[in-house]
């Protein structure tokens, strides 16, 4: 089964077509106002205007409230909140409940961090690294043994500082899902690196 590819973090509306030509399968903007890739709400329609129609759209979510959450996706369109705090499992059952489609970010760090899963009942979970500075987004890698772990029947989408040094490796030890991938492919935050992403993409047809 082919890995799916998220690119994250995308602040320019040029740079989200440019993606989507390319071959992404998901773009994902950053809703949490602490972010160095953060875009305001309001801006989501000039980002994703003119995107083909099969691209799903994906807000960023950190610890916001679900109403809010909600109401975002709605609103813009979002077809996936991912969440990528503290968010409870009540949190997220609320979410579906409303008919909104969301996918749990858990940090890893290590094998402690595995046992809070089971309690989402999530077949698909997006595992990054954990980071005293960050929720997201700061190029580390954590150890893939426990992705292997987590797995079990569950779909995993692999982030935390994945690019052209170590996405063959990922793809042929762990078999992803999908990949998530953001600072590792940028000139600086929010400003993705076109050629490097497009190798990517080109890498990924190889494999």
């Known amino acids: ?19 989507a030509r390319m071959g992404a399968d998901a773009l994902g903007f950053i809703l949490y106002p602490k972010s160095p890739r953060y875009v305001a709400p309001e801006r989501l329609p ?28 709605q609103r813009y369109g979002l077809d996936l909140a991912q969440l990528h705090g503290e968010e409870s499992p009540e949190y997220c059952d609320w979410l579906s409940a409303q008919g909104q489609r969301w996918i749990k970010a ?46 079990g029947e569950r779909r995993i989408i692999l982030a935390g500082g994945l690019g052209e040094h170590n996405l063959e490796e990922a793809l042929s030890k762990l078999r992803p899902y999908g990949v998530d991938l953001s600072s590792r492919i940028e000139i600086s935050p929010g400003i993705k690196d076109l050629e490097a992403t497009r190798r990517i993409f080109q890498l990924m047809e190889q494999l």
């Open 1 to 19: 089964m082919r890995t799916r590819v998220k690119i994250c973090g995308l602040t320019q509306a040029d740079q989200a077509q440019a993606i």
């Open 46 to 73: 000039e980002l994703t205007a003119g995107l083909p129609p099969l691209i799903t759209l994906v807000g960023v979510f950190v610890n916001e409230t679900k109403e809010r959450v909600l109401a975002i996706c």
């Open 106 to 151: 858990f940090r890893v760090g290590g094998p402690e961090d595995l046992a809070q899963m089971d309690a989402y009942g999530a077949g698909f979970i997006l595992l990054d690294a954990k980071s005293n500075e960050a929720y997201g987004g700061t190029g580390e890698v954590f150890d893939w043994s426990l992705a292997r772990q987590a797995k």
